[in-house]
């Protein structure tokens, strides 16, 4: 089941980055481009049989997983403060962009990177599965999911609003489905608390959301081609 998700969440992130080449390319919303390339990495470099190569071609030391949270954090940075902008919520946008967002950011990259110096992680694990009785690795790992739950919450409230608002069928939908990723996203903290811990179920919830998620922003995408003036106005708000 999750090795089905893993690989479906791959293909979708992949299917849309390339179909956001053409835009980045012409320099249009480049962010929600470049975010959808890092969440293909981020994806791939969850799966096995990428992962393991491609950390043993960077040292076989884990850093590839360094590479995958921080791509994570780039990804939900980017597509978080874009929902903001999207439905029209300024709080979301200056909690994500403002001051405390770039604090929360710039907090859990810290303590992910030096948990991960002071970590014994030396032999490729993906999803550093074979370190998990290290205090550090722990540490590690919620860092990794602070900054993502903490911008999670930040756009449910908006995209709550727009799924129960009068904004036409296809904009309700899309709100739906992102409320249901990111909402999502927050839910898989109480699973990852030592004493209700369930991997096999964050790993589920997680990589359903990524494709909750990217069906949200597809069919955004579909209601701006129907109202193209109102379009440019979105997402590359932050451009």
Same mark, same amino acid.
């Given at each position: 089941?999750?090795?089905?998700?893993?690989?479906?969440?791959?293909?979708?992130?992949?299917?849309?980055?390339?179909?956001?080449?053409?835009?980045?390319?012409?320099? =249009?919303?480049?962010?929600?481009?470049?975010?959808?390339?890092?969440?293909?990495?981020?994806?791939?470099?969850?799966? @096995?049989?990428?992962?393991?190569?491609?950390?043993?071609?960077?040292?076989?030391?884990?850093?590839?997983?360094?590479?995958?949270?921080?791509?994570?954090?780039?990804?939900?940075?980017?597509?978080?403060? =874009?929902?903001?902008?999207?439905?029209?919520? @300024?709080?979301? =946008?200056?909690?994500?962009?403002?001051?405390?967002?770039?604090?929360?950011?710039?907090?859990?990259?810290?303590?992910?990177?030096?948990?991960?110096?002071?970590?014994?992680?030396?032999?490729?694990?993906?999803?550093?599965?074979?370190?998990?009785?290290?205090?550090?690795?722990?540490?590690?790992?919620?860092?990794?999911?602070?900054?993502?739950?903490?911008?999670?919450?930040?756009?449910?409230?908006?995209?709550?609003?727009?799924?129960?608002?009068?904004?036409?069928?296809?904009?309700?939908?899309?709100?739906?489905?992102?409320?249901?990723?990111?909402?999502?996203?927050?839910?898989?903290? @109480?699973?990852?608390?030592?004493?209700?811990?369930?991997?096999?179920?964050?790993?589920?919830?997680?990589?359903?959301?990524?494709?909750?998620?990217?069906?949200?922003?597809?069919?955004?995408?579909?209601?701006?081609?129907? =109202?193209?003036?109102?379009?440019?106005?979105?997402?590359?708000?932050?451009?």
């Amino acid at each position: 089941m999750t090795s089905i998700l893993q690989w479906s969440a791959l293909i979708v992130c992949l299917a849309c980055s390339l179909w956001r080449v053409p835009s980045l390319l012409k320099g =249009r919303n480049r962010g929600l481009s470049w975010a959808f390339i890092l969440a293909t990495v981020s994806v791939a470099l969850s799966l @096995p049989a990428i992962y393991l190569p491609v950390d043993a071609l960077l040292g076989g030391i884990n850093l590839a997983n360094v590479v995958l949270r921080l791509s994570i954090f780039g990804v939900f940075f980017l597509l978080t403060s =874009r929902v903001a902008a999207a439905y029209h919520s @300024p709080l979301a =946008r200056t909690l994500i962009r403002g001051p405390l967002g770039v604090a929360v950011l710039a907090i859990s990259s810290l303590g992910l990177c030096v948990s991960y110096v002071l970590a014994d992680v030396d032999g490729s694990s993906t999803g550093l599965v074979a370190f998990t009785n290290q205090s550090a690795v722990a540490a590690y790992s919620w860092f990794g999911v602070a900054y993502t739950t903490y911008a999670a919450a930040c756009v449910v409230v908006a995209t709550a609003k727009a799924t129960l608002s009068r904004r036409p069928v296809v904009d309700r939908a899309a709100a739906f489905f992102l409320l249901a990723g990111f909402s999502l996203v927050c839910a898989t903290v @109480p699973l990852r608390i030592p004493r209700w811990a369930n991997w096999q179920a964050v790993d589920i919830m997680n990589f359903t959301a990524i494709l909750l998620v990217a069906l949200g922003l597809v069919l955004v995408w579909l209601s701006f081609i129907r =109202r193209p003036v109102a379009s440019s106005t979105q997402l590359s708000r932050q451009e």
